[in-house]
């Protein structure tokens, strides 16, 4: 089986500063004016216009089918800034008729008043990081807004013009009760989003939480929270697609679909990762930014990459660690499309997973059954013990 198709193609632009580091987080994110990440941001701009138009190499004649500015805090760049980079996406690139370009923003008064720009730049998705509406647990996660604010934010962002807004509000945090988290969901619920992610705290390395872990609400408390609140959503016009997603009128996130669906994504910014399709070659390539701010920076002109072609073996799992989180699943035939790989091949265990009641016995979609999202890592583990896989095309290439 060879790689005879390009699956669609997302755009992720990474802003890596915040106002202040949250003891929770893991991703690459710099407290800005902080030694070694002093906020640059024309500098930036620039850099990743450059970026940009080197990445460009892998479009292979397709547009943009959506966008992600995601951080650190997006928001934190001015209207004029976010403005410049589409601009130059569009133009070097071009973009989709019905392209979704989402941002990420913090509810803290300095952002709203940027709303009505960054809908006038283009971002037709708002993406509000509000975690909790109780100020115990925001003090708790290191937010620097409250509950106030988070709710004007909202507001403040329909009257700009959205009508595609996503909240995220976490659960399982330190000394929250089950009543705790359903408050925060029907307050979420009753701000009129299009759409909720709403996720399990977990304590990653590298995060002050980790450091100093602090008391987490035990597996039965967890069960109840994801339980209720699960209901919680369904009961108030809130479809669940994904594991922590759910969505109102089939507004999911497009951006996110394309990930989880295995399809193709530019990757530009301080740490970006990236996924390409290479039909010509038959393989499927990931590329890395460099991490720190000020390294990126420093190679401005053409931003320091590091590249490596995914094993044949590695794609398989590749494929289900994402396509398995959708509700609905994929259909079969991604499987083949998008990684090169005969689906015979891990048919059997396919048929076992199947006959434990892990996976659907959906001749049209790969997907898990409700036990199976309970018990993934079950499923994904089962998968990933094909080793090798047979293929006939399929060529790794050089890195």
Known sequence: MALLTLPPLSLYIHIPWCVQKCPYCD????????????????????????????????????????????????????????????????????????????????PGTFEQEKFAGFYAAGVNRLSIGVQSFNEKHLQTLGRIHNSDEAKRAISIAKKAGFSNINIDIMHGLPQQSVDD?????????????????????????????????????????????????????????????????????????????????????LGVGAGAHGKITDISNGRIIRRQKTRLPDHYLKNAKAPKTKQHTVATHELNIEFMMNALRLIEG??????????????????????????????????????????????????????????????????????
């Open 181 to 265: 988290a359903m408050k925060d969901l029907q307050q979420a619920i009753d701000c009129s989003p299009q759409h909720i992610s709403w996720y399990q705290l977990t304590i990653e390395a590298n995060t002050a939480f980790y450091r100093q872990p602090p008391t987490l609400p035990n597996d039965d408390i967890l069960a109840d929270i994801q339980e209720r609140g699960s209901l919680l959503l369904t009961d108030n016009g809130f479809a669940q697609y994904e594991i922590s997603a759910f969505s109102k009128n089939n507004q999911r996130s497009l951006h996110n679909l394309n990930y989880w669906q295995f399809g193709d994504y």
């Open 27 to 106: 991703f690459n994110s710099h407290q800005a004016e902080q030694k070694n990440n002093t906020l640059n941001e024309l500098d930036y701009v620039e850099t990743l216009k450059n970026d940009l138009q080197l990445e460009s190499q892998f479009t292979y004649g397709r547009k943009l089918s959506s966008i992600f500015f995601g951080g650190g805090t997006p928001s934190i760049f001015s209207a004029h800034s976010i403005a410049a980079i589409l601009d130059h996406a569009k133009k070097i690139i071009g973009f989709e008729d019905d392209i979704e370009i989402t941002l990420e923003a913090n």
């Open 330 to 399: 994929v259909p079969s035939d991604f499987f083949e499309k998008r990684t090169g790989l005969a689906l015979a091949e891990i048919q059997d265990s396919l048929t076992e997973l199947q006959q434990q009641q892990l996976l659907a016995e959906a001749s049209t979609h790969i997907k898990t059954t409700p036990l199976g999202q309970r018990f993934l890592n079950v499923v994904l583990e089962k998968l990933s013990a094909e080793e090798k896989i047979n293929v006939d095309g399929l060529q790794t290439g050089k890195q």
